[in-house]
């Protein structure tokens, strides 16, 4: 099975910061990258799907790149809202795949 | 909701439970739905999958053998039944329609309120 390897997993940051979260696969998934915004009590939340593209209805401050093995997700002017859990996930053509272990944003 | 669950509790090991995912907004002969569970202080993980038309099930390891997807057309619903419920499984399960149209893409846009399960004696 391909790992998908999340860092950091607690990152300390302001309203207002920009943050970068990493996923790296240990194998190449080419774009099949996903991620997701999961809070405390809701569901998760489909950010970008395709390993950059952003959902309809997400805000444009998120933004994704990569291919092959190695994904960031960048959230720009931190808001209150976004303070919460980050997950990577990989998927082929048959399935969704592994999560990361999860990259929760706390407030500095 | 979109999609609304019901069907969860406290059950004993070796017992069975079966979880409802309903929908009034989406065609479900359309669409696949996946389960994906969360356990407690633990990340989120990936449990079955089953295309539109059904052709295609799929199952993680640790449950194949044990967790069946089915769904009812005429009630609009989405069910997993799980038999031989291990402590392991406790957690929140939440059912998502995968964002494909009459195809499988694998990321999944709408999900459900999720359900608690409690494996437990």
């Known amino acids: 099975d391909i790992q998908m390897t999340q860092s950091p997993s607690t990152l300390s940051a302001s309203v207002g910061d920009r943050v970068t979260i990493t996923c790296r696969a240990s194998q190449n998934i080419n774009r099949g990258l996903a991620w997701y915004q999961k809070s405390p009590g809701k569901a998760p939340k489909l950010l970008i799907y395709?390993?950059?593209d952003l959902e309809d209805g997400v805000s444009s401050r998120f933004s994704a790149s990569g291919s092959g093995t190695e994904f960031t997700l960048t959230i720009r002017s931190l808001q209150p809202d976004d303070f919460t859990t980050y997950y990577c996930?990989?998927?082929?053509?048959?399935?969704?795949?592994?999560f990361g272990q999860g990259t929760k944003v706390e407030i500095k | 909701e979109q999609l609304l669950q019901s069907g969860g509790g406290v059950v004993q090991p070796g017992k069975s439970l079966r979880l409802s995912c309903v929908t009034s907004?989406?065609?479900?002969?359309?669409?696949?739905f996946h389960w994906v569970r969360q356990a407690p202080g633990r990340g989120l993980e990936w449990v079955a999958t089953r295309s539109d038309n059904g052709m295609n099930e799929y199952y993680a390891d640790s449950v194949k053998g044990r967790f069946t997807m089915s769904k009812d057309i005429f009630k609009s619903m989405i069910y997993l039944q799980m038999n031989s419920l291990r402590p392991e499984d406790t957690g929140v399960y939440y059912c998502?329609?995968?964002?494909?149209?009459?195809?499988?893409?694998?990321?999944?846009?709408?999900w459900g309120q999720g359900s608690l399960v409690t494996v437990s004696s």
């Open positions: 998502a329609r995968d964002s494909g149209r009459q195809i499988l893409l694998n990321y999944l846009d709408v």
């Open positions: 907004t989406y065609n479900i002969n359309l669409y696949g």
């Open positions: 996930q990989h998927y082929n053509e048959d399935r969704p795949q592994m």
């Open positions: 395709e390993a950059s």
